[in-house]
């Protein structure tokens, strides 16, 4: 399928499928054209770049997890490997929501001040 209808079925811009190719998360194949071309399975490969983007990796952390993912969910082939990859970034979110907790009372005490 062209980049346009791999858009309109997934929902996503064609600029954003262009980038997530850039960035090793989708590949296209190339016709006498120079079009790009992406196989049936990219639908899924995007609606989980999505999904996991929603919550709160980074294309680069999804570049490793995504050989791991399946179906649209995802849900993964489980390995100790990915098992410390996303158990890493949640405890770095941990951290940040904490440091983000502790902004907002330095903050309030400020605005509590007469």
Same mark, same amino acid.
């Given at each position: 399928?062209?980049? &346009? *209808?791999? @858009?309109?079925? +997934?929902?996503?811009?064609? $600029?954003? =499928?262009?980038?997530?190719?850039?960035?090793?998360?989708?590949?296209?194949?190339?016709?006498?054209?120079?079009?790009?071309?992406? &196989? *049936?399975? @990219?639908?899924? +490969?995007?609606?989980?770049? $999505?999904? =996991?983007?929603?919550?709160?990796?980074?294309?680069?952390?999804?570049?490793?997890?995504?050989?791991?993912?399946?179906?649209?969910?995802?849900?993964?082939?489980?390995?100790?490997?990915?098992?410390?990859?996303?158990?890493?970034?949640?405890?770095?979110?941990?951290?940040?929501?904490?440091?983000?907790?502790?902004?907002?009372?330095?903050?309030?005490?400020?605005?509590?001040?007469?």
């Amino acid at each position: 399928m062209l980049i &346009g *209808e791999l @858009s309109r079925r +997934t929902g996503v811009s064609t $600029r954003l =499928l262009r980038y997530y190719e850039t960035q090793g998360l989708i590949e296209a194949g190339r016709g006498p054209n120079g079009y790009r071309h992406y &196989g *049936e399975d @990219s639908v899924v +490969t995007v609606r989980q770049i $999505r999904a =996991l983007l929603k919550a709160g990796l980074t294309t680069e952390v999804i570049r490793v997890v995504l050989p791991c993912a399946r179906g649209e969910r995802p849900d993964f082939d489980w390995c100790a490997e990915l098992w410390d990859v996303l158990n890493g970034e949640l405890a770095a979110m941990d951290e940040r929501i904490e440091g983000l907790r502790r902004n907002r009372g330095a903050l309030s005490d400020l605005l509590t001040r007469p």
